[in-house]
């Protein structure tokens, strides 16, 4: 999918990214993969939060974290949002892994999700030089699946 294009939060994206934040709320849907997006009260703030948390821990989190935007091209909308973590702590070796990512409701179904993914792990090796990715799918505090991607 030549459409889509994974790229860090920016201010040129604030409407879109609480666009994004609505239409998850108005949904009642689990935020996964936003960082700090649900307890944020303006874009700037989130943006601001979500770069410093690339190189130290910010609201007590104690991992530091890549906040992207999976933004489409041809209309340059927010479809889903990926949060990649630098390395884990007990908590997240259970119930997060390295990735979180989300796709909009209005966006399911396209192949987003899955062109989201296949970025993320190149983006965790190529940039991170993370050479093991662990990738959980919890549902109601249960591991369900548990997939490590090695390169």
Do not use: W
Not at 39 to 60: A, F, H, M, R, W
């Amino acid at each position: 999918m030549q459409d889509l294009v994974l790229k860090k939060v920016a201010i040129e994206y604030c409407d879109g990214i609480f666009s994004y934040k609505d239409e998850f709320i108005y949904n009642y849907e689990s935020m996964d993969g936003t960082g700090f997006l649900r307890n944020t009260n303006s874009p700037q703030e989130y943006i601001e939060k979500s770069l410093l948390n690339e190189t130290e821990e910010v609201d007590g989190r104690k991992v530091t974290a890549t906040q992207l935007l999976a933004i489409r091209k041809s209309d340059n909308c927010i479809v889903g949002m990926i949060q990649i973590r630098h390395f884990l702590n007990d908590y997240l070796l259970q119930y997060g892994g390295h990735i979180g990512y989300s796709v909009r409701k209005s966006e399911r179904k396209k192949g987003y999700a899955k062109e989201e993914l296949r970025q993320a792990l190149s983006y965790c090796k190529d940039i991170l030089h993370i050479s093991r990715v662990l990738l959980l799918n919890v549902k109601l505090y249960l591991i369900e699946k548990a997939f490590y991607f090695y390169y």
